[in-house]
């Protein structure tokens, strides 16, 4: 494996950082990116549990604001909801994209990645190609094998940013995804607890 590195030259270096920092990005992102510590299924339900039975204060909803990026949305509706429904619903989407934002960090790193390596390692190519037809100019085409080495020791770069652009592409598609479907999910929770607040809906405490 490191003779094939090496002869790849020096355009591998970048692309094995590449593939570093996908796998360091992939790595972060899958821990931090769980639903259940984003936004919790039980909380919603909970937190209409404390209203009917009077028991939002100011510490609650601190602790809810602390506790998970959804939580911090339901604070931020339930701090404004006494301003009215059209307050509580900007107060919430203010928090809410700032949230959206921090799921999102790194996502466009790799998606860079994903779309470079292939191209680092088209040009590691061609500048393997360019030496064989140098080396054809000095030696001649008499060498067939030592002309086949050079073209194989070139199409390693090509090789290699394929590999690592493929898994980061289909990491990105996967982490964007799970962020798709935690973004829906909290927006749905978001609409309940403005309805409830004002009388629109009941929230039961199976639901959510």
């Known amino acids: 494996m490191l003779e094939i590195i090496q002869s790849g030259g020096w355009m591998m270096v970048p692309i094995l950082i590449a593939s570093v920092l996908a796998l360091a990005i992939i790595g972060e992102r ?3 990116l769980r639903a259940s510590r984003i936004a919790p299924q039980d909380l919603l339900p909970r937190v209409w549990g404390w209203i009917r039975n009077k028991q939002l204060d100011s510490n609650r909803i601190r602790s809810l604001s602390e ?3 959804l939580g911090r949305i339901l604070a931020a509706g339930l701090i404004n909801a006494r301003h009215g429904r059209q307050i509580m619903k900007e107060s919430i989407q203010e928090v ?3 949230e959206i934002h921090e799921m999102e960090r790194y996502l466009n ?5 994903a779309a470079v390596t292939p191209l680092m390692g088209l040009l590691g190519t061609v500048f393997g190609m360019i030496q064989v037809f140098a080396d054809i100019m000095a030696e001649g085409t008499g060498q067939a094998g030592l002309l086949a080495g050079g073209i194989s020791q070139a199409l390693v770069t090509t090789a290699a940013g394929l590999l690592v652009a493929i898994p980061a592409l289909i990491c990105h598609r996967i982490l964007q995804r799970r962020i798709d479907e935690i973004v829906v999910f909290m927006e749905q929770e978001s609409i309940k607890l403005v309805d409830a607040m004002h009388g629109e809906r009941e929230i039961s405490v199976s639901e959510g």
């Open 30 to 32: 899958l821990v931090t």
């Open 67 to 69: 506790g998970s990026p």
């Open 96 to 98: 809410a994209s700032h």
């Open 109 to 113: 790193a790799l998606g860079t990645i």
